[in-house]
């Protein structure tokens, strides 16, 4: 008797695993994508009205947009190396954590965005998920803004203390209704 026909139950709860993993990886997916192409869109905007006043800031930001570009193609083949069984060679997971949070906005604010971050407390002692949570929220309320409110202030303000993080994301931009991946 195979496990699928005999027992409903395993069937249901293994589709349902295997539903939760795809809707992860999706995820994965659109924070890694969303985020490295519209910093990288940033840049090619900013190169595309600077190359006739300023060629050397134009062609610094054509470098940036390649390096993240780059950077995005890495990860997406980590995250497709998550679909493998087995361990795959050269390939490491894509996690970043709440350590990282500096860089990445300073990769936003290398595109012409006015980003201001503000962490109070130790960041550094959050457990690996929840820093992994608050790098992803933050990209993605980033992605968002720059997209949604081009040119508005936004202000990033993490707060850490006993194992916790407090994210708050505040733009200067009006509020819209988006269509984003869930």
């Known amino acids: 008797m195979t496990p699928d ?3 409903p139950a395993q069937a249901d709860l ?11 990886i ?10 490295s192409l519209t910093v990288s869109l940033l840049h090619i905007t900013s190169a595309r009205l600077a190359v006739e006043h300023d060629p050397a800031d134009a062609s610094r ?11 995005s193609l890495t990860e997406m083949r980590a995250t497709m190396g998550l ?4 361990p795959v060679d050269g390939i490491a997971a894509p996690v970043p954590g709440a350590g990282q949070l500096a860089e990445l906005v300073q990769h936003v604010r290398g ?7 503000v962490i109070e407390g130790d960041i550094e002692a959050v457990p690996a998920t929840t820093g ?8 993605e309320a980033l992605t968002n803004a720059t997209k949604h409110a081009p040119g508005c202030p936004v202000a990033v303000r ?8 407090e994210v708050d994301v505040d733009s200067a931009g009006p509020p819209t209704h988006g269509s984003g991946t869930q």
Do not use: K, M, N, P
């Open 83 to 86: 679909l493998r069984s087995g």
């Open 158 to 165: 993490v707060v850490a203390g006993g194992g916790r993080a």
């Open 132 to 139: 992994s949570t608050v790098y992803r929220i933050v990209q």
């Open 61 to 71: 930001a054509l470098a940036e947009a390649e390096r993240l570009g780059r950077q």
């Open 111 to 117: 595109a012409g965005a006015d980003v201001s971050l």
């Open 5 to 7: 026909r005999g027992f």
């Open 26 to 35: 999706a995820r994965e997916l659109h924070d890694v994508i969303a985020h």
């Open 14 to 24: 293994a589709e349902r695993s295997r539903a939760e993993e795809r809707g992860r």
